[in-house]
């Protein structure tokens, strides 16, 4: 890699970076920096994620996708040292505002990681985990709801026979598939996935897609991906990022076809990566 | 180095490992064999279900002291577990602060505290202030002898669970200590476990602690409060005496000790296999 000039020095909150497409904002981020320790590792990051949509976040390793979407619903807290500055608004509410409710955030704001992490639990357990820390014993209202996840996550078919079953039977498309369903489950507005395929292989990734596409009908998603094909397939928006900024943020058809800056274009055509 | 130095090289390492390994193992053969050897033959039915006799007396069996044993095995089980296992827990969840440190070397220097140590300690704080030996002080000086094996077992095989386990449960908005008890304890069950087996096993063969804690008794008796049997005093007072009855009395009581830990090992094992076939396809 050769570029370490040439950062864009756009401050934060350029138009370009601003301009939303549609819909209202539910994610507003506003010069968010992240620390580990004394390393910085996202600075001023400014962006507005709209509702019901795909925002896909690309970028080369390291460049703080992962930590910046791991801020949405604050996971980097468990993290000893690390610190975060600026503000991320859901609906207009300061999640970093002292006093937030972070149990509360969390179940507003599911997440699927990167490395599928089923509980060593039953199929039913694992999707009825978010709904009993919640609160609901009902078994009746536990099977629906559990049945309506597993549905909406694709899944329903291939497991409603051994729903009692351990979890960590399923194949990896399917553990992953089942984490959706888990995190569904409790109805969450804001789906994050940390590269949910990148583990899978092309069929089972095709299915995640296929599903993700399917439910930003009802969430807010955001996606981090390594894979440029994945981004431009299901994102509406995509934001690059580079050594912790972002350096350019727009509809996936613009940052793919015509992108501003000279850097995203040679990422996304494969120059550098 | 040309390639016929090394494999001579590599002949010479692997035999002198295989001569380690053999060196570590004779002993174990021997003190198994020669205690088969000696206390099969004096095992019968009797020796379960009978009661010590008095010298001169032929027979007589130790069925007091088995039961002894369990009882005081049972006790200190019930005191260590809780106070090992939450230890332990706590260790894991916060294992880089100041506290955990202390606690942690606290538990590393009560391992090594010898056991006769450990008695005295019982002995002044449960046997002195009510002025009589019983199987609770017995229990109670096994228990601290077994924490810090079930405190350090615990920690370990809790920060073993990989740390997707409990992001998973965080982001489905489980607080820590939910996140603990419900996820993260369950997946490392069949460590603790075992380590709680090793434990108990580890403290079934101490003798020391029990002298003059939980004492003895030639008579039947489940009372906590009062003295207990139990199978090591009376393999100790036996193979001490002068009488070649109780010898055989003593070799038999040593088998059965030996089975009793062999037993717990086996029982640890299948418990954790089992546990790891509902764990996994």
């Given at each position: 890699m050769t570029i370490t000039i040439a950062m864009p020095s756009a401050p934060p909150g350029t138009a370009a970076v601003r301009?939303?497409?549609?819909?209202?904002?539910?994610i507003s981020v506003r010069d968010f920096d992240f620390f580990y320790g004394s390393a910085q590792?996202?600075?001023g990051i400014t962006l507005d994620i709209p509702d019901q949509q795909v925002t896909a976040l690309i970028g080369?390793?390291?460049?703080g996708k992962t930590t910046f979407i791991r801020s949405i619903n604050r996971m980097n807290d468990i993290i000893p040292e690390a610190r975060a500055k600026g503000t991320i608004t859901i609906d207009g509410r300061d999640?970093?505002?002292?006093?937030?409710?972070v149990v509360a955030l969390r179940r507003r704001v599911g997440m699927v990681f990167q490395k599928s992490n089923p509980f060593p639990k039953s199929i039913f357990d694992n999707v009825a985990y978010g709904l009993r820390i919640g609160g609901l014993t009902d078994k009746r209202s536990l099977r629906e709801h559990v049945e309506k996840s597993l549905i909406r996550a694709a899944l329903w078919d291939e497991v409603k026979d051994r729903l009692d079953d351990s979890a960590l039977a399923l194949s990896g498309g399917q553990q992953q598939r089942l984490c959706i369903a888990r995190a569904l489950a409790v109805d969450p507005e804001i789906l994050l996935m940390d590269?949910?395929?990148?583990?899978?292989?092309p069929t089972a990734t095709t299915k995640i897609e296929e599903l993700i596409w399917e439910l930003k009908a009802n969430y807010t998603i955001v996606i981090v991906t390594h894979n440029m094909q994945q981004a431009a397939r299901v994102s509406d928006r995509t934001a690059f990022f580079m050594l912790g900024r972002v350096v350019e943020y727009s509809d996936t058809k613009t940052i793919f076809m015509n992108p501003k800056e000279k850097m995203t274009e040679d990422y996304v055509t494969g120059r550098f990566g | 180095m040309s390639a016929r130095r090394r494999k001579t090289v590599s002949a010479i390492a692997e035999g002198l490992c295989a001569v380690a390994v053999i060196l570590a193992l004779l002993p174990l053969a021997f003190i198994l064999f020669y205690v088969v050897k000696q206390g099969a033959s004096a095992l019968n039915w009797a020796f379960f279900t009978s009661m010590p006799k008095p010298v001169g007396e032929p027979g007589g069996g130790m069925g007091n002291a088995i039961v002894g044993t369990l009882i005081l095995i049972g006790l200190a089980a019930l005191f260590a577990v809780p106070i090992g296992c939450i230890c332990g827990i706590h260790l894991a969840e916060y294992r880089d602060s100041r506290f955990s440190s202390v606690v942690r070397f606290a538990a590393d220097v009560l391992n090594g505290v010898p056991s006769i140590v450990i008695g005295i300690f019982a002995y002044g704080l449960a046997v002195l202030p009510v002025k009589r030996f019983s199987a609770m002080a017995g229990g109670f000086a096994l228990g601290l002898l077994m924490i810090p094996v079930v405190v350090r077992t615990t920690e370990e095989l809790v920060r073993l669970v990989p740390s997707g386990l409990r992001e998973g449960a965080l982001a489905l908005g489980a607080s820590r200590s939910r996140a603990v008890f419900t996820v993260i304890v369950p997946a490392a069950l069949p460590g603790i476990l075992t380590g709680i087996l090793v434990a108990t096993a580890r403290v079934a063969g101490e003798t020391a602690p029990l002298l003059f804690t939980s004492f003895n008794n030639r008579f039947w008796s489940t009372n906590i409060a009062q003295p207990i049997a139990s199978l090591t005093v009376q393999v100790f007072t036996y193979a001490i005496s002068p009488y070649d009855d109780w010898h055989r009395q003593a070799w038999a009581g040593a088998f059965l000790l030996v089975m009793i830990i062999l037993v717990l090992s086996i029982v640890a094992r299948l418990a954790v296999r089992r546990l790891e076939q509902m764990n996994r396809p």
């Open positions: 301009e939303i497409e549609s819909g209202a904002a539910k590792v996202l600075h080369p390793s390291g460049c999640i970093y505002a002292p006093g937030t409710d590269e949910p395929a990148s583990a899978l292989d | -």
